[in-house]
């Protein structure tokens, strides 16, 4: 069985939830990474995504000097623990319909696991099954 850390992403991209989203879409931009963990001081409490300020230009709030982070982002609701499975993991993204999990070893966040973690496990997956 696959597990989590196996394939998530041990690189932690964050913002300040004080910011403004310019400064987060710089950042992602500036990093090639389409996610940023949200901070409260030295907590996690958020996530921000290309999606959250591409938003802003759907809805006509295209101002993104006058946003800040936090009206932007998404409260962590659900975190992975980095020795639970693959599957389980799959099984969030599905059930929450979310792209990006936080994951947790002892309770503190040590990476990412994304929807591209996820193809990456069942292409290879695919790869060592013989038809």
Known sequence: MSRVCEYMSDQIFSISQDKYAYEAIDKMY????STLLVR??????????K????FLFLK?????????????????????????SVTEAGD?????????????????VVGMFSVKDLEKYYLELHRLTKF
């Open 40 to 49: 409260d001081g030295g907590k996690y409490v958020g996530i921000i995504t």
């Open 92 to 108: 969030i993204v599905e059930q929450k319909r979310v792209r990006h999990i936080p994951v947790t070893s002892e309770g503190k």
């Open 60 to 84: 006509g709030e295209s101002d993104t000097n006058e946003i800040k982070v936090s009206s932007l982002m998404t409260e962590i609701e659900n975190t992975i623990d980095a020795s639970q």
């Open 30 to 33: 500036e990093n090639k990474v």
């Open 51 to 54: 999606t959250d300020w591409m």
